[in-house]
């Protein structure tokens, strides 16, 4: 239960950061904590040992997965971020916004 | 001989096939464009004089060619038939058309838009010529509304004259009104016959309920109400003489409105069956030959006269008709096709020469002009009903037959016979006698315009004599000469002659100017027929529209239609103010749908 509360509380923090920051790095960075969310969720159920995988050892290679996901993701959205501070000379969300309905 | 009456669909086809020729290459043709529009009426004409030549026992030829069968079930076909009364129609059509189209060649020359006039002509043949000699009421109808479209094209040729576009939709609008009669008696003898043809509807006839037939009869006489200016659609008439004066001479006097006369004669076997019908057709025709000609007393345009004389006399084959007496109806219908046409096409010679239709501008022409003046005299005889001239001979014969069945009725003909004497006395007077009045110095016409004023002046003339040859062609009874009618009326056209004549001499200097203004106002607007339609029925229709328009139609329709766009509009506007290009209010709604659809699948999951 305590696992729970936690994975969910930090994936909380991680949303609210992600939806309210205005700097590109910050959302980045707040992702970053709600994908550790769920690597630790994931980590967490294997270690309590509740089958929810297929097979031994899938729910672990999941989450070993997100970890890789979460890498790949931070180098290309810093790459990104880079490339849009050299051609906007900013990394703020609001002042990037081009397309208005 | 035979032979070529076997194409009697030929009289309807090579007028039409005609127009297109003369619509598409007239410019280039010139003045040759007549010489080639004249060749439809000539067929029509020569086809009719074969028919009547053949038709002489007056056999009606039996068995139509189907030629367009439109809907097998129940047979509704346009077919053709050639029978006497047939062959006497063509032969009036045909000559008058042709004589129409040679004085258009005189009186039309240099005028903008000639190729529409011939074509409009030729198809105004073609059209009359389906009319007579279609095989039942179906095709008559088809050239009974191609004729009216045919007057709508050719009362409006000057369209660019706002009277001449007015004068047109006004003609179209009033005829329709009848049309609309004709249409619900075909209606009606479908449902009860099931067949349109002349041939099934005769042979059914005296079968059906009598209150079938008295329906259906005078659902003919409305449609031919109004395609013969009877009161009380006779309104468009004098208007439609804005049109070319040929064209009133041809649509206007001699042919299309007396079409509402050929389709009750052509209707006889069922029309005659009901006695209402023929009391209401009597009554109709008395008033409308009485008021008319009191209406014409008083015109100043030489075209008006005639225009409410024409509805007169069309309201003695009306008032013949309703005696029972088709025969004289048609006798007097086709005397008449020659002195009025006649009458019309002098009047249009004058109108040419002295570049007025007021009688104000006349006067004197006869010297100036002793060939239009002559034959003029001989249609004015004619109309007046002076022996030995045709109109003598049928209208008597009119008198006489609706004498003998309503004295009444007769005595109101008598008095419209001497209003006719009288006013056809005062506009010749006027136009043709004392001292020109007008400004420009009229003469005599070109050779087209004086050969057919002098042709109609021998047809005029002398159809009376014919009034036994025609009776025999079209199989209707012709009575003797009625002495008593004969010197009757001859006395009251002398008298009513003799009157018109004193009155012209006193009121030729100003013909507004009068001793009794309220009764001749009254008189000259046709009996104030306009001023009441105006009142009755477009002033209700107008206000009637108008509050249809802003409540119906603009506060419902309009309002769902433009409430579709406008809701569609600002939905749209809305919708789009969600689409900030703010990424993170989108991932914002799209955090809190998923919460929303996580939600709802644990809710329903829990139902489950």
Same mark, same amino acid.
């Given at each position: 239960m305590s696992l729970l509360v936690v994975t969910v509380g930090l994936f909380s923090l991680g949303m609210y950061g992600a939806l309210t920051r205005r700097d590109l790095v910050a959302i980045l960075a707040s992702i970053e904590v709600m994908l550790g969310s769920a690597t630790l969720l994931l980590v967490g159920l294997a270690a309590a040992g509740t089958p929810v995988g297929p097979s031994e050892g899938a729910v672990e290679a999941t989450g070993v997965m997100v970890i890789v996901l979460a890498a790949a993701e931070a180098a290309i959205g810093l790459a990104l971020v880079i490339s849009v501070a050299r051609r906007f000379k900013t990394t703020r969300i609001d002042e990037l916004a081009e397309v208005k309905g | 001989m035979s032979v070529l009456l076997d194409y009697g669909w030929s009289v309807v086809l090579i007028p039409l096939v005609l127009s297109v020729p003369v619509a598409v290459f007239g410019r280039a043709l010139g003045r040759f464009m007549p010489v080639l529009a004249i060749f439809g009426p000539l067929w029509?004409?020569?086809?009719?004089?074969?028919?009547?030549?053949?038709?002489?026992?007056?056999?009606?030829?039996?068995?139509?060619?189907?030629?367009?069968?439109?809907?097998?079930?129940?047979?509704?076909?346009?077919?053709?038939?050639?029978?006497?009364?047939?062959?006497?129609?063509?032969?009036?059509?045909?000559?008058?058309?042709?004589?129409?189209?040679?004085?258009?060649?005189?009186?039309?020359?240099?005028?903008?838009?000639?190729?529409?006039?011939?074509?409009?002509?030729?198809?105004?043949?073609?059209?009359?010529?389906?009319?007579?000699?279609?095989?039942?009421?179906?095709?008559?109808?088809?050239?009974?509304?191609?004729?009216?479209?045919? *007057?709508?094209?050719?009362?409006?040729?000057?369209?660019?004259?706002?009277?001449?576009?007015?004068?047109?939709?006004?003609?179209?609008?009033?005829?329709?009104?009848?049309?609309?009669?004709?249409?619900?008696?075909?209606?009606?003898?479908?449902?009860?016959?099931?067949?349109?043809?002349?041939?099934?509807?005769?042979?059914?006839?005296?079968?059906?309920?009598?209150?079938?037939?008295?329906?259906?009869?005078?659902?003919?006489?409305?449609?031919?109400? +109004?395609?013969?200016?009877?009161?009380?659609?006779?309104?468009?008439?004098?208007?439609?003489?804005?049109?070319?004066?040929?064209?009133?001479?041809?649509?206007?006097?001699?042919?299309?409105?007396?079409?509402?006369?050929?389709?009750?004669a052509r209707a006889w076997p069922l029309f005659s069956l009901s006695s209402d019908a023929l009391a209401v057709t009597l009554a109709v025709g008395g008033i409308t030959a009485i008021g008319a000609a009191a209406a014409a007393l008083v015109q100043t345009d030489i075209k008006?006269?005639?225009?409410?004389?024409?509805? *007169?006399?069309?309201? &003695?084959?009306?008032?013949?008709?309703?005696?029972?007496?088709?025969?004289?109806?048609? &006798?007097?219908?086709?005397?008449?096709?020659?002195?009025?046409?006649?009458?019309?096409?002098?009047?249009?010679?004058?109108?040419?020469? *002295?570049?007025?239709?007021?009688?104000?501008?006349?006067?004197?022409?006869?010297?100036?002009?002793?060939?239009?003046?002559?034959?003029?005299?001989?249609?004015?005889?004619?109309?007046?009903?002076l022996p030995p001239l045709s109109g003598f001979f049928s209208k008597d014969e009119v008198l006489h037959d609706v004498a003998g069945v309503a004295p009444a009725w007769a005595a109101v003909l008598f008095g419209a016979s001497l209003l006719t004497a009288f006013y056809i006395a005062r506009t010749t007077r006027l136009a043709f006698f004392d001292s020109y009045r007008g400004s420009v110095h009229p003469h005599e016409g070109a050779w087209n315009m004086r050969v057919p004023l002098i042709i109609l002046a021998a047809f005029a003339a002398t159809l009376g004599f014919a009034a036994t040859f025609l009776a025999n062609s079209i199989g209707a009874h012709h009575g003797a000469l009625d002495l008593a009618v004969a010197v009757g009326s001859t006395a009251l056209?002398?008298? +009513?002659?003799?009157?018109?004549?004193?009155?012209?001499?006193?009121?030729?200097?100003?013909?507004?100017?009068?001793?009794?203004?309220?009764?001749?106002?009254?008189?000259?607007?046709?009996? +104030?027929?306009?001023?009441f339609v105006e009142r009755v029925v477009l002033t209700p229709v107008n206000a009637t529209s108008r509050v249809l328009y802003s409540g119906a139609d603009r506060r419902v329709i309009d309002a769902f239609v433009e409430g579709t766009a406008s809701a569609a509009r600002r939905m749209g506007r809305g919708l789009a103010s969600l689409q900030s290009g703010d990424t993170q209010w989108y991932a914002t709604m799209l955090g809190a749908g998923a919460v929303a659809l996580l939600a709802l699948v644990s809710y329903v999951g829990r139902g489950l």
């Amino acid at each position: 239960m305590s696992l729970l509360v936690v994975t969910v509380g930090l994936f909380s923090l991680g949303m609210y950061g992600a939806l309210t920051r205005r700097d590109l790095v910050a959302i980045l960075a707040s992702i970053e904590v709600m994908l550790g969310s769920a690597t630790l969720l994931l980590v967490g159920l294997a270690a309590a040992g509740t089958p929810v995988g297929p097979s031994e050892g899938a729910v672990e290679a999941t989450g070993v997965m997100v970890i890789v996901l979460a890498a790949a993701e931070a180098a290309i959205g810093l790459a990104l971020v880079i490339s849009v501070a050299r051609r906007f000379k900013t990394t703020r969300i609001d002042e990037l916004a081009e397309v208005k309905g | 001989m035979s032979v070529l009456l076997d194409y009697g669909w030929s009289v309807v086809l090579i007028p039409l096939v005609l127009s297109v020729p003369v619509a598409v290459f007239g410019r280039a043709l010139g003045r040759f464009m007549p010489v080639l529009a004249i060749f439809g009426p000539l067929w029509v004409l020569v086809y009719g004089i074969y028919a009547l030549a053949d038709d002489s026992a007056a056999s009606s030829r039996a068995g139509s060619v189907e030629w367009l069968t439109v809907a097998d079930a129940g047979g509704l076909s346009v077919g053709w038939a050639v029978d006497g009364l047939t062959a006497v129609m063509l032969v009036v059509v045909g000559v008058v058309a042709a004589l129409v189209v040679m004085f258009s060649a005189g009186y039309m020359a240099g005028e903008q838009g000639l190729p529409r006039y011939y074509a409009a002509l030729c198809l105004f043949t073609a059209a009359m010529s389906m009319l007579v000699v279609a095989d039942g009421l179906l095709g008559l109808f088809i050239g009974w509304e191609l004729v009216g479209a045919c *007057s709508y094209l050719l009362i409006g040729f000057w369209f660019t004259r706002p009277a001449a576009a007015k004068a047109a939709v006004k003609a179209f609008l009033t005829t329709r009104v009848g049309d609309v009669g004709l249409l619900l008696a075909l209606a009606l003898l479908w449902r009860e016959v099931g067949d349109l043809s002349y041939a099934a509807v005769f042979a059914a006839a005296p079968a059906l309920p009598a209150s079938v037939v008295t329906a259906a009869s005078l659902l003919l006489l409305v449609g031919a109400i +109004g395609k013969s200016a009877q009161f009380p659609l006779q309104i468009w008439l004098p208007d439609a003489m804005e049109g070319p004066t040929p064209v009133s001479a041809l649509i206007h006097a001699a042919t299309m409105v007396a079409a509402g006369v050929f389709l009750i004669a052509r209707a006889w076997p069922l029309f005659s069956l009901s006695s209402d019908a023929l009391a209401v057709t009597l009554a109709v025709g008395g008033i409308t030959a009485i008021g008319a000609a009191a209406a014409a007393l008083v015109q100043t345009d030489i075209k008006r006269v005639l225009a409410y004389s024409t509805i *007169s006399q069309l309201g &003695f084959m009306f008032a013949a008709l309703g005696a029972g007496a088709w025969g004289a109806a048609m &006798f007097h219908l086709v005397t008449h096709a020659a002195f009025k046409a006649l009458l019309f096409l002098g009047s249009g010679s004058v109108i040419h020469e *002295s570049g007025s239709q007021e009688l104000g501008q006349m006067g004197g022409l006869l010297r100036k002009m002793p060939i239009t003046g002559v034959t003029w005299l001989i249609g004015a005889g004619a109309l007046a009903g002076l022996p030995p001239l045709s109109g003598f001979f049928s209208k008597d014969e009119v008198l006489h037959d609706v004498a003998g069945v309503a004295p009444a009725w007769a005595a109101v003909l008598f008095g419209a016979s001497l209003l006719t004497a009288f006013y056809i006395a005062r506009t010749t007077r006027l136009a043709f006698f004392d001292s020109y009045r007008g400004s420009v110095h009229p003469h005599e016409g070109a050779w087209n315009m004086r050969v057919p004023l002098i042709i109609l002046a021998a047809f005029a003339a002398t159809l009376g004599f014919a009034a036994t040859f025609l009776a025999n062609s079209i199989g209707a009874h012709h009575g003797a000469l009625d002495l008593a009618v004969a010197v009757g009326s001859t006395a009251l056209a002398l008298v +009513g002659l003799a009157a018109g004549w004193i009155v012209a001499g006193r009121a030729h200097h100003d013909l507004a100017q009068t001793r009794w203004p309220g009764l001749v106002a009254l008189m000259r607007s046709g009996w +104030g027929a306009d001023a009441f339609v105006e009142r009755v029925v477009l002033t209700p229709v107008n206000a009637t529209s108008r509050v249809l328009y802003s409540g119906a139609d603009r506060r419902v329709i309009d309002a769902f239609v433009e409430g579709t766009a406008s809701a569609a509009r600002r939905m749209g506007r809305g919708l789009a103010s969600l689409q900030s290009g703010d990424t993170q209010w989108y991932a914002t709604m799209l955090g809190a749908g998923a919460v929303a659809l996580l939600a709802l699948v644990s809710y329903v999951g829990r139902g489950l």
